[in-house]
């Protein structure tokens, strides 16, 4: 048994306007536009809970209240489908739990370290995960749960990375490597924030999974304003290197970048390829398509 504190709560940050979705999220939020049929934010509460998260913390704006709704009992929805003896399983995951969600609004969007930031007296003094529920992370185990597991072996700070080609690294936060520990765990030297192509450290770029100490949210506390004029999660964390141990954990599985409505596409078909009860149609209507 790790005598390390667990991590219990974990922080998704969905206060974010959804701009390059529009129209489609003029009046719902980017995170509850469906991934076949789940909305991308239960694609991130899924992965958090199979990790062990305990306490599920969103920290949202303005617009946003679909997504309270949709981990909340719909009363009527559930009354009138029992009455017509419909199975409720498939609402099963969209049940977080008397106490087990919280929800604290971003009232400006500063940037990722502000809303972070603005999520400190939720998370108190104890380590806590981050999910970037734009990035679909599809692994099994999960990509938290496979930082867990890392984590309970080195502790400190955690942060997924994954390889992309050169030509994508600026419009990402990026590590600079240092020793290797295991096949999957790296020490991180650096971390920049959306840097120039020449300038990256590496092609290995922070793919919105994390697991940090408290002592974060004082760093981000006067944390100045970074690339695109925002305060920068990844700003703080470079600043704690040093102080504090940093690993990356290369993750094991798929990746799909649903913040692009290219990604959000491959994301879409590759799960409907995958499932059993569509997968072969599915397969069938692509093939056709690309045959035309
Ligand atoms: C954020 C982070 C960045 C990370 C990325 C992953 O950027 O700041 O470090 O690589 O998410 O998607 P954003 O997508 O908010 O610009």
Redesign the pocket.
């Known amino acids: 048994m790790s005598s390390r504190k667990p991590i219990r709560k974990a922080v998704f940050p969905v206060a974010g306007l959804g701009t390059r979705f529009l129209p489609a999220t003029k009046a719902i939020p980017k995170e509850m536009l469906p991934i076949v049929d789940r909305p991308l934010i239960q694609y991130a509460v899924d992965e958090a809970r199979e990790a062990g998260i305990e306490q599920m913390i969103f920290v949202t704006g303005r617009g946003k209240s679909a997504i309270e709704d949709h981990f909340d009992i719909a009363f009527e929805l559930e009354k009138t489908m029992s009455d017509r003896g419909k199975s409720l399983d498939v609402l099963a995951p969209t049940r977080l739990g008397p106490g087990n969600c919280a929800y604290v609004r971003q009232q400006e969007p500063l940037g990722?370290g502000h809303a972070i930031w603005c999520a400190r007296g939720i998370v108190g003094d104890e380590p806590f995960a981050i999910l970037?529920p734009?990035?679909l992370m599809h692994g099994q185990p999960g990509c938290l749960a496979q930082m867990v597991a890392a984590y309970d072996e080195v502790g400190g700070n955690l942060i997924s990375v994954i390889e992309v080609l050169d030509e994508e690294v600026s419009s990402?936060?990026v590590i600079a490597p240092g020793a290797k520990i295991s096949q999957a765990l790296t020490e991180v030297t650096g971390l920049v924030?959306k840097p120039k192509r020449g300038d990256a450290p590496s092609n290995k770029?922070?793919?919105?999974r994390y697991i940090l100490q408290p002592e974060v949210m004082r760093t981000l506390e006067d944390q100045e304003k970074g690339a695109g004029g925002e305060i920068?999660?990844?700003d703080a964390m470079a600043r704690m290197i040093g102080e504090q141990p940093f690993h990356a954990v290369t993750f094991d599985g798929r990746r799909f970048?649903c913040?692009s409505k290219t990604g959000f596409v491959e994301a879409t078909l590759a799960l409907a390829l995958e499932r059993e009860d569509m997968g072969p149609e599915v397969r069938r209507i692509a093939e056709r398509l690309l045959a035309d």
């Open positions: 990722l970037l734009d990035e990402y936060g924030e770029i922070i793919s919105g920068q999660l990844t970048d913040g």
